[in-house]
């Protein structure tokens, strides 16, 4: 429980510090590599629309599959898109056809509303499963139809998590990055000493995946005291930054355990009410980058 109110706490935060970008940081923009193929397999979804359907994002973030399709057409060709997500977002466009709401995809509360199509891009495996396709069956027009691209626990996207993970809880679990408030002590010059140091253990403990991600948090570090002119400036600073890492482990967690609940997806959707599926992986070369699903009422 307490586990649930951190992650969605982490969403929370994540979605009102950036903008329309997906939970990677891209805006779908690019056309080329692993991106393209994720942008091309919306673009034929969006495709298969019709200007009288209601189209329902769940687990939307801040909406970058709705940016996605505002931008690929001049004309939206469907009624309403509704961009739901359990935590608080913050789209950073509008447009008439296009409405947020918080929602939570194991409970819809969408009146009488009924759903022509459903989809979502690694959003419902962060909730019950289970439950969440029995609220797309029990949502759904009687010729509704879903689209779901799911994260997968062999995906590139799940490898580099844990190996980020790691490099994280390694840092989380040092002494030294847990009592920060004891180097007020020190001068600017030491601390920085001190700094580089801890960096260096860290960079010699981290296995050759793990030493972009070391970088990453040096590059941070090192930008921090560039720009501070005191002590208490930087531990103000590495206090965010560490909050900023317990944060970014709580989101990979869940996606770990959402892609470790996908192994079940096959049978998942078996013994759901939804019925007519297509369960396919995407791959971009030879790496898997989640899991497709196609189906209808
Ligand atoms: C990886 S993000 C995906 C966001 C978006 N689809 C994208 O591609 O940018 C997963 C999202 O699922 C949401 N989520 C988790 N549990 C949920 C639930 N029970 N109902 C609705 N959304 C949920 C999280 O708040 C988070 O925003």
Same mark, same amino acid.
């Given at each position: ?5 951190? /992650? ?11 903008? %329309?970008?997906? *939970? ?12 393209? $193929? ?8 969006? /495709? ?22 505002? =931008? ?19 789209? =950073?466009? %509008?447009?008439?056809?296009? /409405? ?12 009488? +509303?009924?759903?022509? $199509?459903?989809? *979502? ?6 909730? =019950?499963?289970? @439950? ?21 626990? =062999? ?9 980020t993970?790691?490099v ?20 600017? %010059? ?6 580089? !140091? ?5 960079? !010699? ?7 972009e991600d070391v970088?990453?948090?040096?590059? *941070?570090?090192?930008?921090? $005291? ?7 400036? $930087? ?8 909050? +900023?890492? @317990? +944060? ?15 192994? /079940? ?15 396919? %992986? ?9 899991? *497709?699903?196609?189906? @209808?009422?």
């Amino acid at each position: 429980m307490r586990t649930k109110q951190t /992650e969605q706490q982490a969403w929370n935060t994540y979605w009102q510090q950036h903008q %329309t970008s997906n *939970s990677f940081c891209c805006d779908y923009t690019e056309n080329e590599g692993p991106y393209g $193929v994720v942008s091309r397999h919306w673009l034929a979804c969006f /495709e298969t629309f019709d200007t009288s359907d209601i189209v329902c994002d769940l687990g939307a973030g801040n909406g970058a599959l709705a940016k996605l399709f505002i =931008d690929s057409r001049k004309k939206l060709n469907c009624k309403q898109w509704l961009s739901t997500d359990i935590a608080l977002t913050r789209l =950073d466009f %509008t447009h008439q056809k296009v /409405e947020a709401r918080q929602m939570n995809a194991e409970q819809m509360e969408l009146i009488d +509303q009924k759903i022509d $199509v459903f989809v *979502s891009m690694f959003g419902i495996e962060y909730a =019950d499963l289970k @439950k969440v396709f029995a609220e797309v069956n029990r949502n759904l027009s009687p010729t509704g139809r879903y689209q779901f691209l799911l994260h997968h626990q =062999d995906s590139v996207i799940t490898k580099q998590s844990r190996v980020t993970v790691n490099v994280g809880q390694r840092i989380l679990d040092n002494a030294f990055w847990q009592t920060l408030s004891n180097l007020n002590t020190l001068s600017f %010059t030491e601390l920085k000493h001190l700094l580089l !140091q801890q960096l260096n253990i860290q960079m !010699q403990k981290a296995s050759f995946d793990e030493q972009e991600d070391v970088k990453i948090i040096g590059h *941070s570090i090192f930008s921090l $005291v560039q720009s501070s002119q005191s002590t208490h400036q $930087v531990i103000m600073g590495l206090t965010e930054i560490v909050e +900023q890492i @317990k +944060q970014q482990n709580s989101r990979l967690i869940a996606q770990i355990n959402a892609a470790i609940q996908t192994q /079940e997806l096959s049978q998942l959707l078996e013994k759901s009410p939804l019925s007519c599926y297509k369960l396919s %992986t995407l791959m971009y070369n030879h790496a898997i980058l989640g899991w *497709s699903v196609i189906g @209808k009422k």
